[in-house]
């Protein structure tokens, strides 16, 4: 996964505008999308990244195939096919045409220092999407494509995340969850001594438009639990003031990445990990102790 869509993130529901912001301490992200077409949101286009970028760091090529089908397509992010205006078939579609019809803009400010620096992109440079959301098993007369933009492919294999597309599919059902378990498993990649992040830091960058803060501190906790079923390696607690990090292995070490570029899965290459359990298997929770 790209570092700059770990450190702030998509939105988790519906924007009323075409214009979005996630601010995470100097880091800014700015999303701005077609106003007919609207901003990516939720759990599809977060699958879809995933994907899309470990397919890229893997492949090493810019432009990627993404299936004969769509329904196999949608098999690889583990979501089934299904039909009508509201099936998972034109919600997937939709959400895809979203993401790669916005414009991102990354920005960094340190005011004490009178410092600033900024980069914009967009995720594809070019997209094909030839699939039919009513009939997602036949195969179109040409392949449905996405060619990612320079801009992009090079932050992306330059400063990828290693992320376990199976904790991701465990996790499909919840934007929050997908976000958290990014986060943290790139936090714990260059983390050497404990840390409190604050409640308030951390509803700034994932769930600025939760409301209240203890609203955002109870939904917080929830899916982190969830996180923690499919990452039971992550070293951390709830202190009243933040969430408190120890050093701890990261889900999927960084080494993975040499292995997907050498053309190996990030199934493969996790399962040889000692200590890396599958989503599916993985030990109970247990509250952590500070």
Avoid at 50 to 63: D, G, K, N
Avoid at 130 to 143: A, E, V
Wanted: overall charge positive.
């Amino acid at each position: 996964m790209a570092r700059i869509l770990v450190q702030a993130t998509l939105p988790h529901s519906r924007p009323r505008t075409h214009e979005f912001e996630r601010v995470n301490g100097r880091f800014t992200l700015h999303m701005n999308a077609p106003p007919s077409v609207g901003l990516p949101y939720g759990s599809y286009p977060r699958l879809a990244l995933a994907w899309l970028s470990t397919e890229a760091v893997r492949t090493r090529s810019r432009e990627l195939e993404l299936g004969p089908t769509f329904s196999s397509f949608m098999y690889k992010l583990s979501l089934t096919p299904v039909t009508g205006k509201r099936g998972t078939t034109s919600r997937l579609r939709d959400q895809l045409h979203r993401l790669f019809s916005t414009t991102i803009r990354c920005s960094y400010t340190d005011q004490d220092k009178g410092q600033a620096a900024g980069v914009g992109y967009t995720i594809a440079h070019k997209h094909q999407l030839w699939w039919s959301p009513r009939d997602p098993n036949q195969q179109p007369l040409w392949s449905s494509v996405v060619v990612l933009s320079t801009e992009f492919y090079d932050e992306l294999v330059g400063h990828a995340v290693p992320i376990d597309l199976r904790a991701l599919k465990a996790l499909k059902s919840s934007p929050l969850a997908l976000d958290i378990y990014s986060w943290l498993t790139y936090r714990m990649s260059y983390l050497r001594k404990p840390c409190l992040i604050p409640w308030e830091a951390l509803k700034a960058q994932f769930g600025a438009a939760y409301g209240r803060p203890r609203d955002f501190k109870r939904k917080f906790l929830r899916h982190l639990r969830d996180v923690l079923h499919v990452y039971p390696g992550a070293r951390l607690c709830e202190r009243p003031a933040g969430l408190f990090l120890q050093p701890s292995r990261t889900h999927l070490p960084r080494r993975s990445l040499s292995d997907l570029k050498a053309g190996e899965t990030g199934r493969g290459a996790a399962s040889r990990e000692r200590g890396t359990n599958s989503p599916g298997r993985s030990a109970p929770h247990r509250r952590r102790n500070c």
